[in-house]
């Protein structure tokens, strides 16, 4: 079992920047494959970025150039740098973790999630 913990959500204006931070409780270097999603109210769940358990990583096309997710392995901590930030992703955002091979965007490839850290943009 893993359990994650976000952090780092908040508000922030359009064109900003915010960190989303997700620690895990236990090492999952190339054990497990390592995600952020989000959910905005009334839409649902959204892949937005996915590191592998092969380290290579892929993103939705509304967050590609302004989004990087990475890991910090001593740390066990999987990151989001989010820029440019728009009203549009104003969401929940959640991180997720699966010890499938490959798991996409996919949240049926996830088994543990952790609870959210909100994240609002305002124009």
């Known amino acids: 079992q893993v359990q994650l913990v976000e952090s780092g959500g908040g508000s922030v204006q359009a064109g900003g920047s915010l960190r989303l931070s997700c620690t895990a409780s236990?090492?999952?270097?190339?054990?497990?494959?390592l995600a952020w999603f989000r959910q905005a109210p009334g839409q649902e769940r959204e892949g937005v970025a996915t590191i592998e358990r092969d380290g290579s990583t892929n993103y939705a096309d509304s967050v590609k150039g302004r989004f990087t997710i990475s890991q910090d392995n001593a740390k066990n901590t999987l990151y989001l740098q989010m820029n440019s930030l728009k009203p549009d992703d104003t969401a929940m955002y959640y991180c997720?973790?699966?010890?499938?091979?490959?798991?996409?965007?996919?949240?049926?490839?996830?088994?543990?999630w952790g609870q959210g850290t909100q994240v609002t943009v305002s124009s």
């Open positions: 997720a973790a699966g010890d499938n091979t490959w798991c996409a965007r996919n949240s049926r490839r996830f088994g543990y």
């Open positions: 236990r090492y999952t270097y190339k054990r497990y494959c």
